[in-house]
Each structure stands twice: as C-alpha cells, then as structure tokens.
C-alpha cells in the first residue's frame, strides 16, 4: 500500500514546500525555488519584530497573496513576544506560524498565545515522548503537529503519535530536517 493511503491521504500528490527563507532578502530565494516550481514557501522568522515584519511585507508586496506562505519562529520568542507579534500577522493570511515558543515552555503559554493568535500554530519536531505529544495535542491549540520522523525512527517509528495526532483531528505533517 502506498505511504500516502496508509497514512489516511485521498490522492498520491504530495504538496511539498521550499523552506530554508532566510531573512536576508527572502524575496529572492522564493523567486528562486518559484521558478524551481514550488509554489509555498516557509519563512524563518524570529531576527527582530521590524525585521520579521519587513521580510513578510517584501514576499507578499512581491508575489500577493497567490502562494502559500508559513513562518518558522524556531523557538525564538518569549510569551509576550509572540502575544505581541501573533495580531500583525493575521494581515499575511500565513498557513501556520511555527514554533514560535519554546516546546520546553508551560503548555499553559502555547493556550494563551493561542488566544491571541489567529493564524494557526504549528509544533511538535522537538517535543520527545508520546506522553508529551498527547499532552501538547490534548492541551494546547496547535493545529498542525509535526513530528519529526528523524527523530522518532521513522513512519512506523512514530506511528502511534500520527495516530493520535489523526485521533484528535489535527493536520500531521512529517517534520525532517536533513
């Protein structure tokens, strides 16, 4: 059976995305990887409010709102700064907002931020153990959970986080960084 019907897909197309969007001229490389054919793009953020805003502005001034566009924070904001930033960003229309706190940080903060931001949060890649995930998905509001398939020994590695992460009605998508 194919991977993508075993893991609960309804086609063989794999949408797939360039990330890596550094924050010097972001614009650029996603001209690059768009003329590569892709078509959604994941930014790093978390180099400075100004900076952070300034990158979005220039990928969306240069290519609209045609293109899926997600931001990867990787850890780098405190609770406050996330709270702060989370409103600015609704103006993006992003897929996700990744990692914005640290995944070692009280479940209590991913809650609150998620009262505060609208555009839907993405984590998992660094949370370890299965009693962990459960309790991320059980108590926080990420939507889209992410475990790292590296990290977890593969599909079957991990298969019983995808399932209770497709239990609880949450996107899985397979982190790897490589």
Known sequence: ??????????SDYIQVYASGINPD???DKVAECQSEGYTSFKLKVGFGQEKDIENLEAVRQEFGHELQLMIDANQAWTLDEACQLAPMLDKYQLSWLEEPLRADRPLTEWVMLGQHCATPLAA???VTGKAAFAAMLDLTPVAIAQPDIAKWGGISGCWEVIQLIQLKGRQYHPHYLG
């Open 25 to 27: 001229q972001p614009q």
């Open 1 to 10: 059976m194919p991977l993508w019907r075993f893991l609960g897909g309804t």
């Open 124 to 126: 998992g890649e660094n």
